[in-house]
Every structure is written in C-alpha cells, then in structure tokens.
C-alpha cells in the first residue's frame, strides 16, 4: 500500500490549513511494555501514530513489548524500527587523552562500554586499529575511564582515535536485529543508533540496509529543502529533558521552517507520563504540525521508502484496555527512582535487568547482552550522562 496518505492530523501532502508543511515524528525507544500499556493507548485515543524503536532481545520478555504488539502496533498504523539487538553501543567512543603502548586505561568520552567486561574492542584510526577487550571502567575527577585486559600496544593521540566494539559484534547489532524483528512479522526501515553514537561501520550499515538513521545528526528540526535520511536529528519529550516550553519552542520551529521535527519518548521513565505524552501530541496538533510515522514523512517529502506494511493505515480510537491482547496478563518494569538527586537508580525484574542509573543530561547510555534467538543473554545498564549527542 503506498504510503502517499498520513495518519495524521493535517493533509497528506503539502500544506496544511495555516500553511505549514511542517511534519512531527513521534519515536518511543527500547521496546518496553510501558510502550503497549501506558503510550500506544494514548496514540490511538489521539488518532496518531508513533514509531517504536525496539531492542530484538528485549521483545519477548516480562518487561519487553512481544511480537504480536509489535505487530498490533503495526497494524494500527505504527512503525517498527530497529534500536540494535541488545541495546550495546555500536558508534565509536574517542579517546580524551593520549594513550602510551604500556597503557592499560583509556580515556573515553562515554563510560556507555564500562559494564562490558569480557567484550572485544577495537582500538585505533581509519588507518588501522589493535584488539584488546574490555575489563571494566568508571568515571573519576578526569573523567570516563575503559579499563583493558591487557596493554594498549601502540600510542593513540586523543580526538582522532576511536574505541568500539568489534565489527562482527556491530554487524549482529545492526543487520541482525533488522532480520530479527523482521522474522517477528513486521517491516523495518529505519534505524536507531543507541546514545545517539553513531559514527564509524554502523554508518556504513545503515546505509546498505536500512532506508534511514534516525537519530544519525543533532537534535533540531530537519530541513525539508536539504532532507537526508542517513542525517536526521531529533530533540527528546522526556520530563527531565525537556519542559513544557521546550516541547512548544521545537514546535513553533518546526511550523515556520515547514520542517521534519523527530521527537524521542522512553515510555519506561516516570516522568514520561501519559500526560505529558498527550501534552506532545496536542501541542503539535494545535499548531496544525501533521504527526506521521517516519516512513510516511520520508515518502511525502520523496527521500524514502515508497510503501507502508499491509494494515488500515491509520489509528483507531480505541477502548481503556489499550488493545489488550492475549499476552496482556505478562508484568512488565518501569523504572523509577529518587526524584531528589541527578541519579535515579531501579532495581529490574527476575528476568535480568539491572539497575537504571539516570543523570540530568540529552544523552541515556548504555547496556549490554548478546544477540539471542530468545530474550535477554545478560543484563542491561542504562546510564543518561551530559553531552552534546542528543537522546538515544
């Protein structure tokens, strides 16, 4: 079916009644239930879809969307993308400082691999990298430090060389959890990149096997008249990362640029309510800002894929169960913590989460796991720290 008609609240195409040809995207990370249970409801109540951005190991769990949400979503008029197998960071991080050969710390601008003891790494430039594997790290009065299993065995000057997980490691991340969600029944077109690291080989995925990086540039409105799907930006709706204010500020850009304005909610976060989830979609729809998955904005504006998946097209008002299905009976986590500090911190389920750990700060790191034909291998650890990356 060609995707050529929105699901949202102004015209198909060009301009709406006030004459913005402005378009908001509404993407939700990490594939939690919360995204079923508290946000897709509210959608459906709106009559507007959303994207969500699922982590393949995560659907499937207690605390995880399942495949037939996954498909449900769809159905109604959502769109499914890809958040990596397993929540990993799969952009490079930079060394801060100066690596020596006999050096068996670095120091890196994101602690996003720290809980990954055991993992493989690549440390070096475009001109050649060395192995090692990762033994630990932290942060201390110099800042996020990896810590190795053994010497680094060259010298690296800071800024230009890059550590990241292994390439066959990325590859699984990247192209595996496409053909993962994919064998769920759904179809995956774009992708997201998490803590919005995403320079290096996952670049080069993306572009052989998706149809755009979502989060792959900034957090502003993007520009019609220089759209590039390997180079959106987005700006988050979270509670702690934006205010109401903020949320209007995008808006009211979005509106006179007649630009792509992706917005970024993770249901699993206490702050991100059903109000304020409501909040951001009549906000947009007072300001007549049409609110369009993400393959229909791209397909609109003639930069992406021609077709939507088979379905109504549209959402439906639906009842105060949300679309139950059959699977509605399994419990699922939402994080919660001490609203009194920058940290916030939540003990996961028997299915193996570990804590969340959150700081004031646009950037939400990182977890660990291996790519699984069932679940979750491991546990995950999300960290938000300040940067300039945007959220994940």
């Not at 204010?245 to 009211?252: H, N, Q, R, V």
């Not at 088979?310 to 509605?328: L, N, R, W």
């Amino acid at each position: 079916m060609l995707a050529l008609v929105g699901a949202g609240t102004g015209a198909a195409s060009g301009e709406t009644d006030d004459g913005t040809n402005g378009r908001v995207v509404f993407v939700y990370d990490d594939s939690r239930r919360a995204d079923w249970e508290q946000t897709f409801p509210v959608h459906r109540e709106e009559d507007v879809p959303a994207c969500c951005a699922a982590v393949a190991e995560y659907v499937g769990t207690s605390w995880g969307l399942l495949p037939e949400h996954l498909r449900e979503m769809e159905s109604a008029g959502w769109e499914i993308m890809s958040h990596t197998a397993s929540h990993i960071v799969v952009g490079n991080l930079y060394l801060t400082a100066p690596a020596a050969p006999d050096d068996e710390r670095l120091r890196v601008n994101g602690s996003f691999l720290a809980d990954h003891d055991g993992e493989p790494i690549a440390v070096g430039t475009d001109e050649g990298t060395v192995e090692n594997v990762v033994a630990g790290g932290g942060e201390d009065d110099d800042g996020f430090f990896l810590e190795l299993e053994d010497p680094v065995g060259e010298a690296f000057a800071a800024g230009e060389t890059f550590v990241r997980v292994a390439d066959e490691r990325i590859r699984e991340e990247v192209v595996g959890s496409k053909d993962a969600l994919e064998e769920m029944g759904v179809d995956v077109d774009s992708f997201v990149s998490p803590f919005g690291r995403s320079e290096g080989l996952v670049e080069e995925l993306v572009e052989e096997h998706y149809a755009s990086f979502a989060n792959r540039e900034g957090n502003g409105p993007n520009e019609i008249g220089d759209l590039d799907p390997y180079e959106l930006g987005r700006t988050s709706i979270d509670g702690r990362s934006s205010s109401e204010s903020d949320i209007e500020a995008f808006y009211d850009e979005v509106a006179a640029g007649d630009s792509l304005g992706i917005v970024v909610g993770h249901s699993q976060f206490e702050e991100t309510t059903a109000e304020r989830v409501r909040f951001a979609i009549r906000a947009a729809k007072a300001r007549d800002l049409e609110i369009v998955t993400l393959r229909e904005a791209l397909s609109d504006f003639g930069v992406g894929p021609a077709e939507t998946p088979e379905g109504d097209g549209e959402t439906a008002a639906g009842d105060d169960s949300g679309g139950e299905s059959d699977a509605e009976n399994a419990s699922g986590t939402a994080p919660n913590g001490d609203d009194s500090g920058t940290d916030r911190r939540a003990s996961a389920d028997e299915d193996g989460v570990a804590s969340t750990i959150r700081s004031n700060g646009p950037s939400i790191a990182a977890g660990t796991g291996l790519l699984a034909t069932v679940g979750l291998a491991g546990r995950a650890a999300y960290r938000r720290l300040n940067g300039s990356d945007g959220p994940d």
